[in-house]
């Protein structure tokens, strides 16, 4: 623990002293679900989100248990967020100059009439029910899905033409849209909602937030990911057969979401109360590259993610296999994929175009001994390589190009060989990513 907390701290300290201008479009917020009920899992939970030093908080909804009363809702909300919220006029401390909270109504909310004590309590954008706004690269959306909304919740509502129009007219990288209700969940206590299945994919959006259900689950019914997160500290919820596309499904423990957007990338990582990471989902923006290959026999490696791509469609008339490292010995395959290094012998020289995701952070799995490792999608610093999990870096980096090479730089699409000591991760990392912590 005490070298994962150096390399931590290592990975600070680089990041502290890089060029302002690699944070302008930078932004990290917290989400929580499911959460409002003046309880000591609330309490943990909102202890874990304040260490994250997030930038803002989303709810998605159901902020006030029981009943969305006026008299429980600064002990269910304001006794633990009220630093991120403005105006603030509770009773536990002082709120902040500008709004860091931004919630959406649940089916708790709207049990008070007209859901009143919420829409008096938070002081919100536009019609305050459903709204839009915009931090550093992220254009976030919060719905209200609830059967009482007046603007309806079905795909040809005013309220889903409103989020179709707005999602078409934004410019940011990433588009957030966030509710109650589960378009999809596995629960065994709510499920899907297929009245909110919208087409949000086509509409422009990158990623769909919703709670109701108590659990976390991370699904990909199409090519955006939906998350169900609302473990805030109400209570659990167990799981039934899950949805087509359910990827991830947890419910161990009371936690909440933590997210990192830049211009190349969005991190969602879901972390237990305890501090545990429980998942990790990355997504890369969709870029080109073109790389140089030489004669002969090339160590390379492909600069963006994407499906395995055939060594066959890449390189048709390569004249060998292509052949990877597996514990000292190598294997042969027939298919490349990001984030691993290979050998193959080329007859000629050549420039490939490829396609895919950026690769703005990588943790690369490395194990006593020499390793073959890839680079990412920008260039990468040999120093700035760090070392997790324990292990030492014991060599210098090493590429190939009609003869061996000490790199200082490691190049997209290029593959290098380095020595460690002991099993663990090496760190690579793109000046504007987020920090990057290893997968579980």
Known sequence: MSSQRSAAHAITLFLVFLAPVCFAQQTRFA????FGSASQPEADVAALVKSWDPEFILTVGDNNYENG???TIDANIGQYYHEFISPYAGTYGAGDTVNRFFPCLGNHDWVAAGAAPYLDYFTLPGIERYYEFVRGPVHFFSLDVDPHEPDGIDSNSVQAQWLKAQLASATEKWKIVYMHHSPYSSCSRHGSYPILQWPYERWGASAVFSGHDHTYERILPGGIPYFVDGLGGKSIYTFATPVAGSQFRYNGDYGAMRVEA???????????????VVDRYPVYDTDTASVTFGSGWELLSIPLRSAKRPVATLFPDALSRAFRLSHGQYEQVDSLE???GYWLKLPVGRTVQFAGDT?????VKVVSGWNIISGITRPVSATSVIPGGGIFIASR?????EGYYVADTLLPGKAYWVKVIGDGFLYLFAPSAPEPSPPR
């Open 338 to 340: 990001a984030g691993t």
């Open 397 to 401: 980096f090493v590429g190939y190009a």
């Open 359 to 363: 690769i703005a952070v990588e943790s």
């Open 262 to 276: 830049d211009q190349d990338s969005i991190v969602f990582t879901f972390v237990a109360r305890t501090g545990d």
């Open 31 to 34: 989400v929580i679900g499911d």
């Open 69 to 71: 009363e006026a008299a």
